[in-house]
């Protein structure tokens, strides 16, 4: 019997994000145990009886130090908290990852939780999600072909960064390099200021007098730049407060280009209107196409 890449994982968080990632290296028999933590022991408790992991942890001392990989896999909030806890017993050859969509703030807190032992953390980003949340939303084959960007540590050691890298292969995605400040600037304008809008827009509708009506009427335009809106409140609260400021930028850049649209509209600039409407859909087709 061949051995598994990797002999137990630790993952904190078994919902759409450290589920996945558990059984896509369950079903490639790449690890020989898995044990999940949580704050919803009802969510524990579905995890296990869904196969998406062995059994639930009982004590954080215990099963960190004798892992060979951890997950953390919960809101970029509550990353700090977990870091501190493990820190006193992280064994020296476990390596932890993480599934954030901010990078910067996750690479402060690892070296004021971890310090000494800050080499041994890989920060990383799947680039694959869904509006659902929870254990029972987690897809044997979500990263299948989808990017996980990793943000390596100048501390990181080629071997520590391959064998994350290894893990995140073994679910089926394809890996990348940027540095903190890259990911988090590009990240700002392609996901997180989408979100933000999405957010926005049905918030200020729920807030009119006329929803029902309004709401009644909207159609599938509506419901595709809406989709997003159903994410996780808690997780997009903390990605939006974590990269502030760049997303601050987009928002200044946006509200200008929307400032611009306005001026046509209120000037009747029919070429204007236009010209902007094609070089967007050139852009979106072309990407679509790729």
């Known amino acids: 019997m061949i051995a598994p890449n ?27 145990e898995v044990v999940g933590f949580g704050r919803s022991l009802e969510t524990l408790q579905q995890a ?16 960190v130090g004798d892992a060979d990989l951890i997950l953390l896999a919960t809101p970029v909030g509550q990353m700090a908290e977990l870091m501190a806890r493990i820190a006193p017993h992280l064994g020296s050859h476990t390596l ?11 690479v402060r807190e690892v070296y004021a939780q971890l310090g000494t032992k800050a080499a041994q953390f890989v920060p990383a980003h799947p680039i694959a999600g869904a509006e659902k949340s929870g254990a029972a939303a987690a897809l044997v084959d979500l990263y299948q072909d ?45 996901s997180h200021l989408p979100h933000l809008l999405s957010f926005a827009l049905v918030h200020d509708l729920a807030q009119r007098n006329n929803r029902e009506q309004l709401l009644s009427f909207a159609a599938s335009g509506f419901r595709d730049f809406t989709r997003i809106a159903a994410s996780s409140p808690e997780m997009w609260r903390d990605i939006c407060l974590a990269n502030r400021n760049a997303l601050m930028q987009e928002l200044l850049q946006y509200a200008n280009e929307l400032h611009e649209l306005y001026q046509a509209l209120e000037q009747r600039d029919a070429d204007k209107l236009e010209q902007a409407f094609r070089a967007a859909r050139e852009v979106r087709t072309t990407w679509t196409e790729k």
Not at 48 to 63: C, F, M, N, P, T
Not at 96 to 106: A, E, F, H, L, P
Request: charged share 20%; net charge neutral.
């Open 6 to 32: 990797f002999n137990k994982i630790v993952i904190f968080g078994v919902g759409l994000i450290g589920g996945s990632f558990a059984l896509a290296l369950r079903k490639g028999n790449a690890v020989g």
């Open 48 to 63: 296990r009886q869904l196969s998406i992991i062995h059994r639930i942890g009982q004590d954080i001392a215990v099963e």
């Open 96 to 106: 932890i990852t993480d599934g954030g969509s901010t990078k910067s703030d996750v």
């Open 146 to 190: 989808k990017k996980v960007i990793l943000t390596p540590l100048p501390e990181n050691s080629t071997d520590a960064i391959a064998r994350v890298r290894q893990a995140w292969e073994l679910c089926g995605a394809v890996v990348s390099e940027l540095t903190p400040v890259q990911h988090d600037e590009i990240f700002a304008a392609v």
